[in-house]
């Protein structure tokens, strides 16, 4: 602890007064009531004797001048007087000197005695007597004063990086914690923060929260103001056509951003390469220095389009002129789209082939069926325009054309295996080979089932047996026919089921003005309502077994009627039939008959004659015959 000085505040003001000659006692004190009137009621609280007014002021004066008044929370100078192994004494002309912890000077090692340091009364008199100081509080109440004081003139203030933090950096900045984010570090962006950490940088205060007593810095701000003039001069002197050096200051999925030195620049992905790329990371790298050609700009030149490619010869420019039509050549598959896809042959030289040349198949599919991105593939130049840069080319005239010889591998009648590739609403595609696809169209499918949609026949992938019923070569088209592989049934069926012949089978479905009858697999009849009556009068039920009658039969059509009511009424009609003849005959036996009367007249007569034994001779004669 420091010693006290001999002499207090307190003691020299008792000193000063004692040494002024005691003062007389007026008129006023040996009156009483005039006392009283004009006592000093002040004077007597504050303990003070009533002084000459000169004395006083000439006591004040020395005072302020030798004096600290410690009941003020100012800062004021002090000095080093002495260093202990834990504190610093420092004398602020006060009745003693007061103790601040060697700890508020860690950010100066070098403190000594006869330094000059701002501090701040903490306590005036501990319970010791002691005085108590703060060189810390000191510092953040002066670095308070000049932080508010830069962010009013925009002073530039030196500050020191002390870590990172989450968005930004911590900053010391005259004794007081800021912030800096990372976006106001640089104008470009950073990703290594831990470069600034224990760095001392330039800052500008831009903004103090004097609520919640936070402060924010930019290093940024200032390269802005140094940026902005150069920019100015850049801008003045753009033209197109001139070529610059940047520096990658950023890279998207759609271009990259050129820094020329305060002025940003785009190029766009296809200006980077003549080549097709899919990102600009596989030509630039961040920080990359380039040189770029300006290719255009907005009337204000915020906008600047750049170009990386157009320093080099186009490819096209650069093609052998003995590359020609019919020519075979290599390339990769860079693009694929549904009806094609990109080979490029050549930097920055592709070619397109469609899809219809990559197979002799007249079946058209995707692309994607016959190659892949990346693929290394042989094709041949079909058409080469080097004035409009534009190349077609095709695989499939690698592989001989399989419709040269169609005829003797598919001769009419011939009888092969296809693949089902896909359905039309007439028909299905049968593909025989690569190349060679036929059309069986929906009525040569079956004999017997009646076919809405090829779905319902078969599937796509199917194997099927066809028959080559045309060949059109110069047309390129080829007919099949499933069906004509098995004989045909109803030829059979013609003669099983003829007019009139009888079979027996149950109602399979009750239709729109009838039911059917399901005979066999192929064979479905129809039966009119008014032939679904049965011998009592009501009509079939479905499911209910009978006879029926086949009333008419078309091997053309397909068709097939049937009855059962013509069942039960042709053997009403057999029976009405029989029994007219029963009873014509029974008729004829009952009726006499004119040979019998003549008979009768001759018997009379023989009678009368006496003849009757000859007549009745003759009667048996006649009866006989």
Not at 1 to 26: G, L, W, Y
Request: aromatic letters at 6%; glycine letters at 6%.
């Amino acid at each position: 602890m420091a010693e006290k000085k001999e002499n207090t505040a307190e003691d020299q003001v008792t000193v000063e007064a004692t040494t002024v000659e005691a003062p007389q006692p007026s008129e006023a004190q040996k009156n009483p009531e005039k006392f009283l009137k004009e006592f000093n009621w002040h004077n007597y609280q504050e303990g003070i004797d009533e002084v000459d007014d000169k004395q006083l002021k000439e006591f004040e004066k020395l005072v302020e001048e030798n004096f600290v008044d410690t009941l003020d929370d100012e800062v004021v100078e002090g000095t080093v007087v002495h260093i202990s192994d834990r504190d610093a004494i420092i004398d602020i002309n006060a009745k003693s000197e007061g103790v601040i912890s060697l700890n508020e000077f860690r950010y100066n090692p070098n403190l000594k005695v006869g330094d000059k340091v701002e501090v701040l009364i903490d306590v005036r008199e501990d319970a010791t007597g002691q005085l108590v100081l703060s060189h810390r509080k000191a510092r953040v109440i002066k670095a308070w004063d000049r932080v508010n004081k830069a962010h009013e003139t925009g002073e530039i203030v030196n500050g020191f990086v002390k870590c990172r933090t989450k968005g930004g950096m911590i900053v010391d900045v005259f004794g007081i914690e800021a912030f800096l984010p990372g976006s106001q570090i640089d104008v470009k962006p950073i990703r290594d923060y831990d470069q600034y950490v224990n760095k001392t940088m330039e800052f500008k205060v831009v903004k103090i929260n004097h609520e919640f007593k936070n402060v924010v810095v930019s290093h940024k701000a200032l390269i802005e103001a140094d940026i902005e003039e150069q920019k100015k001069e850049i801008i003045g002197q753009l033209e197109k056509g001139q070529v610059l050096e940047g520096v990658v200051k950023n890279i998207t999925s759609y271009g990259v951003f050129i820094d020329l030195g305060g002025v940003d620049g785009l190029i766009h992905i296809t200006d980077l390469s003549w080549s097709r790329i899919n990102h600009p990371n596989e030509i630039v790298e961040l920080d990359q220095k380039l040189n770029v050609v300006i290719l255009d700009f907005d009337e204000d030149k915020s906008r600047i389009q750049l170009g990386l490619k157009q320093l080099t010869k186009h490819p096209w420019e650069a093609l052998a002129d003995s590359v020609k039509v019919g020519d075979k050549v290599k390339g990769k598959v860079v693009v694929i789209a549904d009806y094609g896809a990109f080979i490029e042959v050549a930097d920055g030289v592709e070619g397109l082939i469609h899809v219809s040349e990559m197979s002799w198949s007249t079946h058209l599919r995707s692309a994607q069926d016959f190659v892949s991105v990346g693929d290394e593939v042989e094709a041949v130049i079909l058409t080469l325009d080097r004035e409009d840069r534009k190349m077609s080319l095709g695989i499939k005239q690698l592989t001989p054309d399989p419709w040269t010889d169609i005829t003797s591998k598919y001769p009419l009648g011939s009888k092969h295996t296809g693949i089902v590739r896909n359905f039309t609403n007439f028909g299905v595609f049968v593909e025989l080979e690569e190349g060679i696809d036929g059309l069986i169209y929906i009525s040569d499918l079956s004999w017997t089932k009646k076919i809405k949609h090829p779905s319902e026949f078969c599937a796509v992938g199917d194997k099927l047996d066809v028959i080559v019923l045309e060949l059109d070569v110069e047309g390129r088209k080829l007919s099949l026919g499933h069906k004509q592989t098995t004989e045909n049934p109803w030829d059979k069926y013609e003669e099983e089921f003829a007019l009139n012949t009888t079979h027996k089978a149950a109602i399979s479905e009750i239709v729109d003005k009838g039911a059917t009858v399901q005979f066999n697999d192929d064979i479905t009849a129809f039966v009119p309502t008014r032939h679904l009556e049965k011998e009592d009068g009501s009509k079939l039920k479905k499911g209910e077994e009978a006879e029926f009658k086949i009333i008419e039969f078309s091997k053309e059509f397909k068709r097939v009627v049937a009855s059962h009511t013509a069942v039960f009424r042709a053997e009403e009609a057999k029976i009405v039939k029989q029994a007219a003849k029963k009873a014509e005959a029974a008729a004829a036996e009952a009726k006499p008959t004119l040979g019998d009367a003549n008979d009768a007249l001759q018997a009379l007569k023989d009678k009368m004659d006496g003849k009757t034994t000859k007549a009745k001779k003759s009667t048996k004669a006649k009866k006989s015959e």
